[in-house]
């Protein structure tokens, strides 16, 4: 079993920053593919950005690259999602999630095991 907690969501405006973090505990948490979604209200969870065990592969969702950045410490087991020139449209829950490293795409939802129970983020314009 691993358990996530998702922070470092808020209330900003568009062009602003923010950090997520998701802490992880339980298994090993080097063994897992980590990856970011983000459901928006009224529609579904959509992928945003995934990082492998060893930070070598990264994945990202086209209206969210350039502008974010996954990242993750194995040492801390914390995987991060900067976000950076924010937009409106970015506004939603966002939820950390943990997948087994054996499958071939990361981008969907169903090969995650393990889900944080989100936090919100806020983009005014």
């Known amino acids: 079993q691993v358990r996530l907690v998702e922070s470092g969501g808020g209330l900003v405006q568009a062009g602003g920053s923010l950090r997520l973090s998701c802490a992880a505990s339980?298994?090993?948490?080097?063994?897992?593919?980590m990856g970011w979604f983000l459901r928006a209200p009224g529609k579904e969870r959509e992928f945003v950005a995934a990082i492998n065990w060893r930070g070598e592969d990264l994945y990202y969702s086209d209206s969210v690259k350039g502008r974010f950045t996954i990242s993750r410490d194995n040492a801390k087991n914390t995987v991060y999602l900067q976000m950076n020139i924010l937009k409106p449209e970015d506004t939603a829950v966002y939820y950390c999630?943990?997948?087994?490293?054996?499958?071939?795409?990361?981008?969907?939802?169903?090969?995650?095991?393990?889900w944080g129970q989100g936090t919100q983020v806020t983009v005014s314009s």
């Open positions: 999630a943990a997948a087994e490293a054996i499958y071939s795409d990361y981008t969907r939802a169903y090969v995650y095991d393990y």
């Open positions: 339980g298994r090993t948490f080097s063994r897992y593919v």
